[in-house]
């Protein structure tokens, strides 16, 4: 497949996959909700939004999160993939449920003091223009707190590929440094950004890929 930092599939694709997964999706989102999770507990103690975005919320379990920890703040989710928000909706933890893209947000400037994105913005081709987004949607001192999947992602299922038939078959990642240089470069301050392993294990194939 071509690679993240040199564009996507068809978003067309990316979002109807995610729709068709929308029920099952929880089911099988063990390292989404650890990598979530972890994203949540890493934002500022003192800090209290009066206004978030979860951007690309999926079936909303952050959404509805970020509502527990800030129920008295304006609330959005976001998602390009419209079975997830119709999913979403109806479970609630937030006001409104948008569907939209991160690299073109459909939001007025200076409107959010947060927001949120856990494992959304690998699907984006072109990462500066989600941080320049974020910086334009963002009021003065808001904060954008994100996780992403990076080079390295998936590497036992690549190799084994590569030992079958020679080709890959998984998606390729942006390299930790391409995420450091886009965020140097966007007028924003960076307070924090690192690379961390999470290991999973799967008793076969199938689950894995399932």
Not at 76 to 96: N, P, S, T
Not at 148 to 155: A, D, E, I, P, R
Not at 165 to 193: I, K, P, T, W
Request: neutral net charge.
């Amino acid at each position: 497949m071509t690679e993240l930092i040199q564009g996507l599939p068809d978003k067309r694709q990316v979002a109807a996959s995610f729709s068709r997964a929308a029920g099952s999706y929880d089911c099988v989102a063990a390292l989404q909700r650890k990598v979530g999770q972890q994203l949540l507990d890493a934002l500022p103690a003192g800090f209290k939004p009066l206004s978030w975005l979860d951007l690309g919320c999926g079936t909303g379990y952050f959404t509805r999160a970020l509502a527990q920890r800030y129920p008295l703040a304006c609330s959005a989710g976001m998602d390009i993939a419209e079975g997830m928000l119709v999913y979403a909706r109806e479970l609630g933890g937030a006001k409104f449920f948008i569907g939209g893209d991160a690299e073109s947000l459909p939001l007025a400037a200076q409107s959010r003091q947060l927001i949120f994105s856990s494992l959304a913005v690998q699907w984006c081709g072109d990462f500066a223009a989600v941080l320049s987004e974020a910086r334009r949607v963002l009021e003065p001192g808001g904060l954008f707190a994100f996780s992403s999947l990076c080079v390295g992602t998936l590497q036992e299922l690549r190799d084994s590929w590569q030992a079958v038939d020679g080709m890959v078959h998984v998606n390729r990642f942006r390299q930790l440094e391409d995420y450091q240089r886009l965020c140097a470069a966007s007028n924003m301050q960076v307070l924090h950004l690192e690379r961390q392993a999470e290991v999973l294990h799967f008793i076969d194939l199938r689950q894995l890929t399932g």
